[in-house]
């Protein structure tokens, strides 16, 4: 899977203009970390409805920038979280942060070529 969707990257760059696009990719990598920040809180509190809203949120703005598998990742975080999972799945949560981290590596890529 892709880390990144090229059509809702072009759907989004087309709906905006040239100049804004980098302006969002940069809230988009700002509302990333800190989701991630407060994802991490969460699991250290052992605290899944926390950390199931997070996710939702993760999942909700990946989608909307094409970030396809973050979203995937955020999505079954949540999933986790609603079956009270979550918190202790280290090996989902270390996945969700390499995630993290490739997303981020791309975006940051992808701005600076706009």
């Known amino acids: 899977m892709d880390i990144l969707d090229d ?5 989004l760059a087309t709906d905006t203009s040239r100049g ?3 302006v969002l990719i940069a809230a988009f990598l700002k509302e990333i970390e800190k989701c991630t920040e407060q994802l991490n809180a969460a699991v250290s509190e052992r605290d899944e409805g926390k950390v199931r809203e997070i996710a939702h949120v993760l999942k909700s703005v990946s989608g909307t920038f094409g970030a396809t598998r973050l979203y995937e990742s955020s999505t079954r975080i949540e999933q986790a979280a609603i079956e009270e999972k979550a918190c202790h799945n280290l ?3 270390d996945h969700h942060s390499k995630t993290v981290g490739d997303t981020v590596l791309a975006f ?3 701005n600076s070529k706009s």
């Open 91 to 93: 090996a989902l949560i």
């Open 20 to 22: 804004r696009f980098p």
């Open 108 to 110: 940051t890529e992808l």
């Open 7 to 11: 059509e809702v990257l072009k759907r």
